[in-house]
């Protein structure tokens, strides 16, 4: 079983940064694709940012050039660095884990609020 945990939401000012940290316990770290994704109220939720298998790197076309999706083996932490912060881009944030190789996101974490004011 594989918990994570996300850290690093807040309120910021329309063209600000944040970071969001990403937190897993419970097995290799290193065998798992991470994701990000975000929900808004009352809109689909959207991935924003994964690792496929071979360790690079996808963004929606929404983050693109200004999110960054990172991870530190050494820590079990995966990260989403958010420069250029858009009031559209205020919504829930989940980190998601999938084995990879496999095509379903098993693990999600609780999930982490981002408000972006204008």
């Known amino acids: 079983q594989v918990q994570l945990v996300e850290s690093g939401g807040g309120s910021v000012q329309a063209g600000g940064s944040l970071r969001l940290s990403c937190a897993a316990f419970?097995?290799?770290?290193?065998?798992?694709?991470m994701a990000w994704f975000r929900q808004a109220p009352g809109k689909e939720r959207e991935r924003v940012a994964f690792?496929?298998?071979?360790?690079?790197?996808t963004y929606a076309d929404s983050a693109k050039g200004r999110f960054t999706i990172s991870k530190d083996n050494a820590k079990n932490t995966s990260y989403l660095q958010m420069n250029s912060l858009k009031p559209e881009d205020t919504a829930m944030y989940y980190c998601?884990?999938?084995?990879?190789?496999?095509?379903?996101?098993?693990?999600w974490g609780q999930g982490t609020q981002v408000t972006v004011s204008s």
């Open positions: 998601a884990a999938r084995w990879c190789g496999w095509s379903t996101y098993s693990y």
């Open positions: 419970g097995y290799a770290f290193s065998e798992l694709c």
């Open positions: 690792f496929d298998v071979d360790g690079s790197t």
